[in-house]
């Protein structure tokens, strides 16, 4: 899908406050309200937005440990990536989880209240997927960059 300057300042506008109401956000970007509302419903039904939600301070509910574990595993199949899909989705501290390219076959973005929690977290993972060789966490110290806003005019180049 192809985005003009108004579809950009929109997703800008929605990136900070998901909020937004349609009359606020057409008159941002010099549109009236229903072909603004249009807009919007294009950018959710084509997927370039997936979701709205809310940015929680993690540290003030009790979260306020990140853990990047990086996993190598010793079977490369679709049972092994279906049983390991499954777990991830169903543990809730599991924030993010890519397949990487190089010595590390993945990597997890673990939001936790402390190392205990960690090791919870470590034994339901490895009790629930076998062929694990290598499961080796770090720790986030600080946090100095996260949530960033996507620009996106740099879709313009595609």
């Not at 590390?104 to 673990?110: A, T």
């Amino acid at each position: 899908m192809k985005l003009d300057s108004i579809d950009i300042n929109i997703l800008n506008i929605l990136q900070l406050d998901a909020t937004t109401a349609i009359q606020a956000l057409a008159d941002e970007v010099g549109l009236t309200n229903n072909p603004c509302w249009r807009r919007v419903k294009r950018l959710e039904e084509s997927g370039i937005i997936q979701r709205r939600s809310a940015v929680i301070n993690r540290k003030l509910i009790g979260l306020g440990t990140t853990a990047f574990v990086s996993i190598r595993i010793d079977s490369h199949n679709a049972d092994w990536l279906n049983k390991f899909a499954d777990c991830i989705e169903n543990m809730s501290e599991i924030v993010e989880c890519h397949r990487m390219a190089g010595d590390v076959d993945y990597l997890l973005k673990i939001i936790i209240r402390d190392l205990e929690h960690y090791d919870d977290v470590y034994q339901r993972l490895i009790a629930s997927v076998p062929g694990l060789t290598d499961v080796s966490a770090t720790f986030s110290m600080e946090e100095l960059k996260a949530g960033a806003v996507i620009d996106a005019a740099t879709a313009r180049a595609t």
